[in-house]
């Protein structure tokens, strides 16, 4: 499956003095800068999140199932009935066994899985390889003509869990394809032309967030940010026999699945773009203060701060603040309104400036179209509103013609005389603000109005806890910078 990645996508060259060439200042300025920026973050929002194969060389594992015995491959109708027997049926269908019934008396057949594991880890771009991750047996299951399993999430099931692997053996069979579904993207999983002599493997990861985030996860809230949920087609005839495994970090820690070699290229793009945007404000105090990187869509839930994004915009938002603190820069969540303005006739079509009066003066000082950029509400990234109505031009915004397909949110007509009209368009998102160190403190004071008091209070508590004392106290400075 392919996984989108930044148009520049090739390691950083040096100039003739050894100098990175991502850290000089590019070409067209602010520009390119926030067309570097929002390349990166589109592609950190995808990674490979499901992958699949055959297995080539992969031995016959001398299945023993006790109470059964030895189970031979591919599967006999006979075999299976057996299985039927013995195991414990879900409500979709399907019969499982659990793992202290299986045994593998091929010593080989590990080999085989570790081949799995490691094409799964190389495709899910997690470093580490097959030290850093053990392949846990979870249950063997089989289908059965009219067995499926409708949309379903994976949770984990044990402490570092991060993917699941499904291991195909060989059974003749028609149908049970499975389908992994993230947010609007649905994949089919190839089986690769499996036929029953065939070995393969799926594998899903059942939360995208550990692969990307260099820092400890709670497992219990990974799968309502990151949304992989699977289904598997009915199956027509014949009988579907896998094993299925959980992928786990042998230290139980999620952050061991350590990012891979593209997405750290990628941050350390945005590392060098930093650099150069400080570089340039330095060089031309009239670039861009502060840019502002606009979600897909507003959240309600802002008020309870970082924790509280879903999916890409969570992982964006992640790799943007680490960034960030790296370099001096102060990252905000807000609300953003954009609203233009035009005049139109009875029927609604667009005019130029009208002498509504006869006199020679049209009235109007607008030249007709008009358009303002408005950060409604600023937050810290724990959910604290501690502005209101920050002015910003539109050059700040990172992408390009953020609305150019959207509906407004909201829209209204003013009357004018003669039948003529000025209308009104509003859209509004959430979004990411980014504004270098030294223009932290102006660029609040552009502000309406300010909430120094609850933020100060909010501050002063936290210099009780030992572990906050250091970020609390520099956060406290710049509000006092703000109130003198």
Request: aromatic share 10%.
């Amino acid at each position: 499956m392919p996984s989108s990645e930044c148009n520049r996508s090739s390691p950083p060259t040096s100039d003739a003095d050894g100098n990175a060439e991502s850290e000089r200042i590019p070409a067209n300025g602010i520009e390119d800068i926030k067309e570097l920026i929002d390349e990166c973050m589109e592609a950190n929002g995808d990674c490979f999140f499901a992958s699949s194969g055959p297995i080539p060389a992969a031995v016959n594992p001398g299945l023993l199932i006790k109470g059964l015995g030895r189970v031979g491959l591919p599967l006999s109708s006979r075999d299976a009935r057996d299985m039927v027997n013995l195991g414990r049926e879900t409500p979709s269908g399907i019969w499982e066994i659990d793992p202290a019934q299986v045994q593998f008396c091929n010593p080989q057949w590990s080999t085989s899985v570790r081949y799995a594991v490691s094409k799964t880890i190389e495709q899910l771009s997690v470093r580490g390889g097959e030290p850093s991750v053990r392949a846990d047996l979870h249950n063997l299951s089989l289908c059965q003509a009219g067995a499926f399993v409708s949309t379903h999430r994976d949770t984990a099931k044990a402490p570092g869990m991060f993917a699941t692997l499904v291991i195909m053996l060989p059974s003749g069979h028609e149908g049970g394809e499975i389908m992994v579904l993230r947010g609007k993207e649905k994949h089919p999983l190839s089986n690769f032309n499996f036929n029953e002599f065939s070995y393969a493997y799926l594998a899903c990861v059942y939360h995208t967030f550990s692969l990307l985030l260099n820092k400890a996860w709670d497992a219990a809230k990974g799968a309502a940010y990151a949304g992989v949920d699977y289904s598997v087609q009915p199956v027509i005839s014949g009988y579907r026999l896998v094993l299925t495994y959980n992928l786990i970090h042998h230290d139980g820690v999620l952050n061991k699945a350590r990012l891979s070699t593209s997405h750290e290229y990628r941050l350390s793009v945005i590392d060098s773009v930093l650099t150069s945007w400080k570089k340039l404000l330095e060089d031309n105090d009239k670039a861009s203060q502060e840019l502002v990187y606009l979600f897909d869509h507003q959240y309600y839930e802002i008020i309870y701060g970082l924790d509280f994004l879903k999916g890409d915009d969570k992982i964006q938002a992640f790799h943007l603040h680490d960034a960030c603190s790296r370099h001096g820069f102060t990252m905000y969540l807000a609300d953003l309104e954009y609203s233009e303005s035009w005049n139109e006739d009875e029927e609604g079509a667009e005019f130029d400036n009208v002498d509504v009066d006869g006199d020679g003066d049209d009235g109007y000082v607008d030249d007709d179209y008009y358009e303002e950029w408005t950060l409604t509400d600023i937050f810290t990234l724990d959910g604290m509103r501690i502005a209101e109505h920050i002015d910003i031009d539109k050059q700040a915004i990172i992408q390009d013609k953020p609305f150019e397909d959207d509906s407004p949110d909201d829209e209204e007509s003013e009357s004018l005389d003669f039948g003529h009209a000025r209308r009104n368009e509003y859209y509004r998102r959430s979004c990411l603000v980014l504004v270098p160190g030294q223009h932290h403190i102006s660029f609040l004071n552009r502000a309406r109005n300010l909430n120094t008091r609850e933020w100060t209070n909010r501050l002063l508590h936290q210099m009780d806890n030992s572990t906050q004392v250091e970020k609390a106290r520099a956060e406290l400075f710049k509000v006092c910078s703000l109130i003198t």
